[in-house]
């Protein structure tokens, strides 16, 4: 049984930083593109970054230059490095796992970060 877990979220400051966290379980994290979404209160759900297997890194314009995305495959963990945070980037952050050789997707519940003085 696939399993992510977050964790690490949590209250920071304007200007702040914060790393979260994913656990994977139940999977092997080398067949997956990992990714950060987050979902906004009365938003939908939006794209935060993502991470091949081979290192490959994307991310969203509101985030690039601001956070970094990592992955540690032999620890099945994935990782994201926040700084500058604004307040705009309060949101519930989850994390995805898309299998590389077929449309499956795993999903984490998420971990709530507020960005706030």
């Known amino acids: 049984q696939a399993q992510l877990v977050e964790t690490g979220g949590g209250l920071v400051q304007p200007g702040g930083s914060l790393k979260i966290y994913c656990e994977a379980s139940?999977?092997?994290?080398?067949?997956?593109?990992m990714a950060w979404y987050r979902q906004a209160p009365g938003k939908q759900r939006e794209l935060v970054a993502s991470?091949?297997?081979?290192?490959?890194?994307n991310y969203a314009d509101s985030v690039r230059g601001r956070f970094t995305i990592s992955r540690d495959n032999a620890k099945n963990t994935l990782a994201l490095q926040m700084n500058s945070l604004k307040p705009e980037d309060t949101a519930v952050y989850h994390c995805?796992?898309?299998?590389?050789?077929?449309?499956?997707?795993?999903w984490g519940k998420g971990t709530l970060v507020t960005v706030s003085s």
């Open positions: 995805n796992a898309h299998y590389v050789f077929a449309d499956r997707d795993y």
């Open positions: 139940g999977i092997t994290l080398r067949f997956y593109t």
């Open positions: 991470i091949t297997n081979g290192g490959t890194t």
